[in-house]
């Protein structure tokens, strides 16, 4: 049984780097230049290790090759996933560069991510590239050599990225000690500003965003001083009526008209703090991470 949680895990997580490998914006702005190889050595390889996965989860119940084999893919595809991450992160920043966005976000932008230089991030992300590959290239090996059938596989879930509010104390000393003075300057802008007020936190993947956001969140004073609040994981897609009809709790209702007057009436004459986790679009009018009013 542990085994079969243990695969279920590693077959959509794999699908989700496989996507991001794909990624249009990673060609559109050239982030894995000078890494051309070992990008479509993936894309290629990516997909002959997912149509296996379902054979390695059965036979690990009773081989403890397949076992290793499958745990050995776990750490590798988070391995990739975090630094696949960093790309789309870097594609982001360059696109949010070239239609001038970084002005729009300002001093209001808490920066996680450090000074950016283009050559340093090439080597740095080629160096981890490779080591990606060569990883995958040993387990493809192993994989051919232990016979696993190949087996289509149904479209991956996107369930298990999704975050909520609840503090991981395993992490929580750690980001709470190294971005303590961040925090405090948040809170306090939260609570003593009576305007409508727009905080992105933005970052590469890994950097502890979204345990910084919760720390905030389930700080006692903001808990105390907000008459509503929300929290939604974004994700991939920013569909506008999904997200009002998270806030407002009501996941059925299909209309964005109605889910957004819905959020209008929920809101009104009430001080609120919305959360959304795990956005991707950079675009200045949708991204929003906290909002009080």
């Excluded at 702005?29 to 190889?37: I, L, N, R, T």
């Excluded at 305007?195 to 502890?208: F, H, Q, R, S, T």
């Excluded at 994981?233 to 569909?239: A, G, I, L, N, T």
Aim: include cysteine; hydrophobic fraction near 40%; charge should be positive.
């Amino acid at each position: 049984m542990a085994e079969l949680v243990t695969s279920m895990v590693i077959g959509p997580l794999v699908s989700m780097v496989k996507e991001k490998a794909s990624s249009y914006l990673l060609d559109k702005y050239k982030v894995m230049e000078g890494m051309e190889e070992q990008h479509e050595i993936l894309k290629r390889k990516l997909p002959a290790i997912l149509d296996v996965i379902t054979d390695a989860e059965e036979q690990a119940s009773h081989r403890e090759g397949a076992k290793a084999w499958l745990e050995a893919l776990k750490k590798v595809a988070y391995e990739a996933n975090d630094i696949f991450d960093e790309f789309k992160y870097e594609a982001l920043r360059r696109e949010a560069k070239k239609n001038g966005h970084y002005r729009e976000l300002g001093m209001n932008a808490v920066k996680l991510f450090p000074t950016h230089n283009r050559i340093v991030f090439r080597y740095r992300m080629g160096n981890k590239l490779r080591r990606i590959v060569q990883f995958i290239e040993v387990l493809v090996a192993e994989m051919n050599a232990f016979g696993f059938k190949y087996q289509r596989q149904a479209l991956a879930s996107k369930q298990w990225r999704q975050t909520d509010s609840i503090i991981d104390y395993s992490e929580k000393d750690i980001v709470e000690r190294s971005r303590a003075a961040e925090k405090q300057k948040i809170v306090k802008a939260l609570l003593e500003n009576d305007d409508i007020m727009v905080l992105p936190i933005v970052g590469m993947g890994g950097l502890g965003k979204t345990t910084f956001a919760k720390l905030i969140y389930n700080e006692p004073k903001i808990q105390e001083n907000f008459q509503l609040k929300r929290w939604v994981c974004v994700s991939d897609e920013f569909d506008l009526g999904e997200i009002a009809s998270k806030i407002t709790m009501t996941t059925n209702d299909k209309d964005c008209d109605k889910a957004l007057q819905k959020l209008k009436q929920e809101v009104c004459g009430k001080k609120y703090l919305l959360v959304l986790d795990d956005v991707w679009n950079r675009d200045a009018d949708k991204v929003v991470l906290a909002v009080q009013y």
